[in-house]
Structure formats: C-alpha cells, structure tokens
C-alpha cells in the first residue's frame, strides 16, 4: 500500500472535519473496531465526507418538501402523485454538480504522478470528492431500491435504471479502497468530475415536468449540455484508454488487477452509451420538435389523446 502524503495527513489534522470533531471521533472509533488499530487518515477524510454527503441529501429532500409546494405551487399541481415524490428525489441531484466538481476538479489540476502507473496517493481533494460522491451514490441507491417502480418511470424505462443500479453498486465496492489504498486514482478523478453534467439532466426533467419543452430555456439547457457532456465524459476516453492499457498492471495485486481490468471500462461504456442517447434524443426533438420514444412523452402522448376523445 503506497504511502499517505504528506499533505493529505496534514489536511486531516489542520482541519476539523464538516461535521465536527464529535463526528471525526466516531469515525475513528468506527474504523478502529472494524480494522483495528492503525492510522487510516484516507478513510477518515473519506468516511467524514460521505456523512457529511448524507446529511446534505437528507437536508435537501427535507427542504424541498416543506418549500417546493409553497415557491413552485402551480407548477406542481399539475404532476401525478408519484411525480410529486420524484420531484423531491431529485432536487438531491443537483448536488454533485457542484459538492463533488468543487473537490474533484482542483484534484485532476494537481494531479502529478507518473502517467503509466496505477499506484499513486490520492490528494485530500480526491479524498473529499470521492466521499462527496459516494455519500450521493448511497442516498441514490436508496432510493432506486426503494422506490423502484417510481424511479424506473422517472429515468425512462428498465434499461436506465438498471444501469443505474450497477454504476452506483459498483462506484460504492471499488472506489472507497481505490481512494484509501492509492490504486487508480487518476481514473477516479476523472469519474469524479463527470458529476458536473448531473446539473443539465436534473433541469431537464423538472423543464419537462412544468411544460417548458418548447421553451428557450429547455432548448439551450440541451444544447449545451451536448458540449459539456462530450469534454468532460467522452474527450477524454482515449486518454483514459492508453493509460488503461499501457500502465503497469505488474505493479498491482491478483484481485486489484481483476478489479481494476473489469471495472474501469465500465464508466467509459456507460458515457458512451449515454451520449449516444443523448445525440439520438437532441437530433430528434431538433427535426421533429418531439423527443419521442421516451416513456414520459408516450405517457403525454395519450393523455392528450384521451382528452381530445372527451372534448369530442
């Protein structure tokens, strides 16, 4: 395991972390029962953080509950009631763009390892981003599992929310060690970052929601998300694949190199398979000023239908 940088130990112990020394307490006592004793200063940034992601989320939801039927009434009168739920689910959405980007984006400007290695420390700011995260990804996951039939409505059919599942499942098991341990840490920046178009998909929705899909503001929320996805998601592949292929794998363990080999290629095929979507969906409503296909615009579809049977 690759020594903790200097830096990072200085971070930790220079700062008190979000939630207070009260809570920095409770982490190393909860590391040291689950590990023994050892100074873990990664997983203690990471553990902090992550709570303290929590807590946010549930802050979040709990505050779009009691102001979003007061501030966006009429616009919300209008929604089934699982729409209603949905639309609390995901004003959290919003927080990655910026709690994650903050962190993550300084960590890919400091980042100065070796360009072919798989080992080198994470820096107090992947640290945070990666708690930042994984404390969403945690609260998402919740959700998806127990509000599955809602959720699978929301993100537009089977194939997207288990997709979900799976990118949240998996960035939950690997990166915690991947952070900690100091093994791909220049992929998990970059992961990281990719939080930042999280902004342009939840405004998406709640433009939908509230009938603005002809709109000035809907039609430039989608065009610049195009750009935005394809820099931070999908320019940065082939850099990302000469590091994945040419890098020591000599340098890491049996089970890191399996891990490291089936795992990273993932958040790259799930980019790709997004954008394509994306581009398909932009193309479309830009051609047809209709995004079809997408279950919320069949579901609208006959609705308008089944009124046009009552007015005749």
Partial sequence: MPKVSKKVVAAVASEVGPLGSYVDGLVKQGLTRALGPGDRVPLEIFFNYALFSLCICLGIFTA?????????????SHLKPFEVKIWHTNMVTFLPTFAVTFFALPAILKYSAERYTFIAPASAETLKATGMSLGYMTWDLMV???DAKDQMAAYGGVTPYVLFLFH???????WPYAVSAGRCVYFVNYFLVSEVTNFNMSLRWYLMKTNREGGSLYFWNGILW????????????????????????SA??????WA????????VMLNL???????????????????????EAAEGARGRAKSRKKAD
Wanted: hydrophobic share 50%.
């Fill in 64 to 76: 779009s509950r009691i102001i979003s039927p007061r501030l966006f009434k009429g616009a919300m």
């Fill in 144 to 146: 998806l599992v127990f």
């Fill in 168 to 174: 949240h499942s998996f960035s939950i098991a690997a």
């Fill in 226 to 249: 195009i750009p935005l996805f394809f820099c931070v998601r999908v320019a940065v592949i082939p850099n990302l694949v000469d590091r994945y292929l040419n890098s020591d794998w």
């Fill in 252 to 257: 890491l363990g049996t089970n890191e190199t």
């Fill in 260 to 267: 490291a080999r089936l795992l990273l290629p993932v958040p």
């Fill in 273 to 295: 398979y997004w954008f394509g979507l994306i581009i398909t969906t932009a193309v479309r409503f830009l051609v047809t000023g209709s995004e079809g296909g997408h279950v």
